[in-house]
């Protein structure tokens, strides 16, 4: 299973970041479905945390995330 891995900011305070794991749905995805699939996830969770601005992203096989994010 991959995971989209974001790097997020607080929008009035920069320098307050986060990593934030959302699941891709799609239990067998490839890399290449979950960076082309994974956008819409993002923005979705974008609209939803707006005061959140969202640096970077990555696909990452689940069993390589930490535990405690």
Known sequence: ??????SV???QSPDTC???QL?????????FQCMH????EIAKWN??????TV?????VPAD?????I
């Open 1 to 6: 299973m991959l995971v989209l891995a974001l």
């Open 9 to 11: 900011c607080l929008a």
């Open 18 to 20: 986060k990593q934030v």
């Open 23 to 31: 699941t891709f749905a799609a239990d067998n995805a490839t890399p």
């Open 37 to 40: 699939y994974g956008q819409p």
């Open 47 to 52: 609209v939803l945390h707006p005061e959140w």
């Open 55 to 59: 640096r970077k992203w990555s696909c």
């Open 64 to 68: 390589r995330m930490p535990r405690d």
